[in-house]
């Protein structure tokens, strides 16, 4: 038995493009703090890791704790028709073979579909000590990636005293610099510098809002760590570098 | 001879837009009455019954009764061409062998195209008795049936005492549910039930304006009929419904 | 020795677009009196004429005259880039193998491309002895060029003593009418008329701003003449007629 209700239908939309960006299917697991889902991407390149707690819910009834595995892609063409004001309840038919989703709003739209198995992995979220934190305007940050796509497939991050900088090198180069007193927050403890496939980059800040605020970890040759919020949800990615032949 | 002016172009626009979702080539018929226009789309499953007034037009000046065969696509182009504020001139040339399209605004734009056979099609209108009509904005109609859309490419519409729905059902399921007070008319009789091809309903609405508005008459395994106005002008439809197997 | 600043990097971007839509790689020339390119596309159809006088920049410093070959499409990339408010700094590096661009707003973002050898073209603007002189609207212009595509690849333009047409025929036609007062000028000594392939002119008028005003000079079956301004540059572009068989 689960019955979860949401005021504001757009934030789960936000979080099902969240995760929909780096996996096609996948398995919430709802608790009594709330509902999360973690996953390696099918490369194994990238992790997400998901938390939407309790407090978000206006209603949030559930007797044990439960796996609700869905078709992702599925999921997120249905949230991508909320319209403004609608409220969201989500919701195991009486045999929890298929999840209902219920838009209220000037009509009632309800939605059902069929829960799915997905294989278990037992992912672990990496341990890293990281060098540097950056917080950057998620808008700035995916511009800065789109000059570096027109030279390269891949782009340094780099983090220093000074400031942040954006790499990419081709047969042509860009730059872009952003000196510490334009960053929303910039910790650096040592230089932190390493490179990631832009392909990856984008898709993690793909349901970044241009006004969203994300704060990056780096460490030389390490995973980056991408974090941002949507309303009371939690959005953490995990991206491993790539390192160069010296 | 033949010459009508309507003071508003855009008008004739969206009445051409009405018509060429469903046929190609077309007959117009120009009669001291007005213009009207019918034929079934080629598969036979969708009817237009189109009439633009005498009343509609500035000026009407007509000898004859008249047939005007045009290539609607071709005329349907031309139309997209219109600008804010500019008035239309129809008028056949001196042989009769093409039509004039005279836009004037700041400019004086002229096009003629070349009239075409268009073989006979005896279509009467179906006489049914309808069970329930329905009045619904254009707008939100269409945003249902992208709803329904994401499910099946079939959707049942049906309309009771207690109002009007729309239902997709395949793997996954969607209901979009109107009470009778969020309708703008509702009168049931007896509840009507049938099921339609979403691509031709898309079709048939595809030049209602969001804030225009759309009636629809219902009766159940039998066809849908949708009306709604463009200023002067009357379009109505019919869409034959899909009967399934028991 | 070279380097120049522009105030609003947004003028540079518009002169690249203006000329890339007629060559893939162009060599710029840099002198004392400021940077010009002129080329003929490679169908030999059109030709560009282009001019940044010295005056245009913040800061203008050379060493020399200079050449400076590029991949235009590459630039225009970059140059796409721009943000509002930014300055543009263009340089040679040390070894005059690479132009470096440096944009400088809240961030500052430099990107670098190589130079390469552009093959030398003697090309002389062609000395014309216009007929007529018409002044419009790049918009309105652009919008008659699309009615005219609807009907032909070719359009014919003809300015007389009591305005500006543009026809184009085919299986139907289209003919936009300019009396002489909706043109900003017009000043025909003679009748003048020629046909020109859409797409080229299309392609002259892309980088056109909506508000743009654009200067047409024609003679009968010769050659257009093309001319407009980007802040302090100017472009003028020649256009090949189509002579028809008699």
Redesign the interface.
Known sequence: MFEAKLTDAKVFKDCVDAIVTLIDEGEFSATKEGITLRAMDPSQIAMVDFELPRKAFEKYELKGDLKIGLNLA?LS??MS?V?AGESLTLKLDDSASRLLLIFKG?????????LIDVPASATKVPSIDFDAEIKISGG?LK??L??AS??SSHVTLLADGKGFEIRARG????????SKD?LLEHTVNKEAKAMFPLEYLNDLLKAVDSNGIVVLNLKTDAPLKVDYRIADARVTYYLAPRIEAA
């Open positions: 599925d063409r249905i028709r319209r000037k009509s009632t739209r309800r939605f059902n579909l069929p700035v511009e800065s789109k000059d027109l030279v047969d042509k180069e860009a730059v872009v610099e952003f334009v």
